[in-house]
């Protein structure tokens, strides 16, 4: 089972307001992802870090959306302005390596925007 | 790019059926094939996943072959059970390419098993 940690489960939010989530990779795991699932099930990747280092991020993540993964402290992504279009399932992932490694993933933070 | 396409549910088999979930894919590279399952309330988890064309991957009575020549990785189980009640997500993983680093996922397939 991965153990991956996610914080929080569930987020409310209103339009407008900041809302940031926390992820803990596995130990040993260099790479971080984060996608978000909507409510169809489709996945979007959104960012991915090894180590500390931004490997690849999508424009979306460029203007509202920041992340990070300190050394030594939780990952984190935080939306700036919540839209109601960013309700969604946002999942951390972790792994070995980039690519083709298996990619082990936390349970979710549920973000609903009112 | 790189894109998976799989079977579209709902898929409501009675226990003891057997289960096929079609998926094939698009890619230029030589991607890792994965199965991924998700429960309710829970982040996908991996079922099992191939490397290598023509070798075939199994978990818990799934199993699927990487056809590299069919451009497929269709998942099978002979005999379902109500706890394999989930959606399950084909997906392929590469190093570079139109995909980057990142998993492409299929649509999921939510499969319901009834006792």
């Known amino acids: 089972n991965s153990k991956v940690i996610q914080t929080p489960r569930y987020l409310v939010k209103g339009q407008g307001q900041k809302a940031k989530m926390r992820c803990i990779p596995e130990?040993?795991?260099?790479?971080v992802f984060w996608y978000q699932q909507n409510k169809n099930n489709e996945f979007k990747f959104l960012i991915n870090f090894q180590n500390q280092e931004v490997l690849q991020q999508i424009d979306m993540t460029e203007k509202r959306f920041s992340a990070e993964c300190p050394s030594n402290s939780p990952c984190s992504l935080e939306i700036q302005s919540s839209e109601a279009g960013d309700s969604a399932l946002y999942l951390c992932a972790s792994s070995l390596s980039q690519g083709r490694d298996t990619q082990y993933f936390g349970p979710g933070t549920r973000l609903l925007v009112l | 790019g790189d894109s998976v396409t799989q079977t579209e549910g709902p898929v409501t088999l009675s226990e003891g059926t057997s289960l096929t979930v079609n998926c094939s894919y698009e890619?230029?590279?030589?991607?890792?094939l994965f199965w991924y399952v998700q429960y309710p309330g829970e982040g996908p988890q991996l079922l099992f996943k191939v490397p290598k064309a023509n070798e075939k991957g199994s978990n818990r009575g799934f199993e699927a072959t990487y056809n590299k020549e069919a451009t497929s990785f269709h998942l099978q189980k002979a005999s379902v059970q109500e706890s394999d009640s989930a959606v399950y997500y084909c997906a392929l993983g590469d190093l570079g390419g139109s995909s980057g680093n990142k998993l492409i996922f299929g649509i999921g397939t939510l499969l319901s098993v009834k006792p």
């Open positions: 890619t230029k590279q030589y991607p890792t």
């Open positions: 130990k040993g795991h260099p790479v």
